[in-house]
């Protein structure tokens, strides 16, 4: 008698966050990689839950002579997901200030704090924005972030320049000059 075939154990079942993510991914090889990864910057902003460095990783490994323009477009799609996402924050604090009755007035003098709970929060989120534009901080609790607490929309205007700018550039250069190996150091 001969021994049977071994079995193959069956695949292990990938999550759905994990699939959508391999399929952007799959994206960065095809004729509209371009405007995939505008597309994904822009909707990254707001809602989407994948990075838009799943395409520029592999867009910049495929084309490294290209990673200047790569990193260029994708910041300012970027940004201007941010400003969907900030104007989606901004109308969710509308609402939740009417429906809750949120008075942003309201004046906190305490701990040596004398300012209004609108000031405080406007005036001090738009460092963390900027922290959080450059760390792998997903971009969308970022921009809507910035719109509930009502940050300045020019300070949010900064913040997601510099911070994406940085982001973008350090990432596409990171992988231009280094190459494959160092996606074994980025986690995008």
């Known amino acids: 008698m001969t021994d049977p075939m071994p079995v193959a154990a069956p695949p292990a079942k990938l999550s759905w ?19 995939a990864m505008l597309l994904v910057s822009v909707v990254d902003g ?17 084309q490294p002579q290209k990673w200047f323009r790569y990193a260029l477009l994708g910041t300012v799609a970027s940004i201007f997901g941010g400003f969907i996402g900030y104007y989606l924050g901004d109308l969710l604090r509308q609402g939740a200030v009417s429906f809750l009755h949120i008075d942003l007035n309201m004046r906190i003098q305490r701990f ?4 209004t709970l609108g ?5 001090n989120f738009w460092a963390l924005a900027l922290l959080c ?27 997601a320049v510099l911070g994406r ?5 350090a990432v596409s250069g990171v992988m231009r000059f280094f190459g494959p190996t160092a996606r074994k150091w980025l986690r995008v």
């Not at 707001?46 to 495929?62: C, E, G, Q, R």
């Not at 040596?112 to 300012?115: E, L, R, S």
């Not at 000031?119 to 005036?123: H, S």
């Open 46 to 62: 707001s809602v989407f839950p994948i990075p838009p460095f799943a395409l520029l990783v592999p867009m910049v490994l495929a």
């Open 133 to 159: 534009s450059v760390l792998p901080t997903p971009f969308k609790v970022v921009a809507i972030g910035s719109g509930m607490v009502g940050v300045p929309l020019d300070r949010f205007f900064l913040a």
């Open 112 to 115: 040596g704090i004398d300012a």
């Open 165 to 169: 700018s940085v982001r973008f550039f």
């Open 119 to 123: 000031e405080l929060l406007g005036q």
């Open 17 to 35: 966050y994990r699939r959508l993510y391999l399929r952007v991914e799959a994206l960065s090889s095809t004729k509209h990689a371009v405007a």
